[in-house]
């Protein structure tokens, strides 16, 4: 592993059509430790609830708001909030009324390989 050091604005991006992720951090850069991307995403937008049986995700909310969805309940996060979400558990999100950024992190590493492949197929 070597240092990694990314200033504002740079990461691999991905393009998922709606929006734009950054990745700052893979499997390969922290030994299988973790993954961490960026995400800007547009008002109104979220995935359906789903789970991540091999790994935790965690959000940290960098700008806007977001609804998360965890077990039936729904939590309102504005920017600065941080959200952790063990493996295993349902979960969902959805972006406000404004355009929203997060960082979004899993442990151990995951989800970068799909996000890409997401990619490709919508390309």
């Not at 922290?30 to 991540?52: K, R, Y």
């Not at 999100?93 to 151990?108: D, E, H, M």
Request: glycine share 12%; with cysteine.
């Amino acid at each position: 592993m070597e240092v990694i050091v990314l200033r504002p604005g740079q990461g691999r991006p991905i393009d998922l059509g709606g929006f734009q992720m950054s990745v700052k951090a893979t499997a390969i850069d922290t030994g299988g430790a973790f993954s961490l991307l960026e995400a800007n995403e547009p008002p109104g937008f979220g995935p359906p609830l789903h789970i991540h049986h091999d790994a935790a995700e965690a959000f940290y909310i960098l700008d806007g708001e977001y609804v998360i969805f965890l077990e039936g309940r729904e939590v309102s996060c504005p920017a600065g909030s941080f959200v952790f979400i063990p493996a295993g558990i349902q979960h969902g999100f959805r972006v406000g009324n404004a355009a929203s950024r997060k960082l979004i992190f899993y442990t151990p590493a995951a989800m970068v390989g799909y996000f890409d492949d997401l990619s490709a197929a919508i390309a």
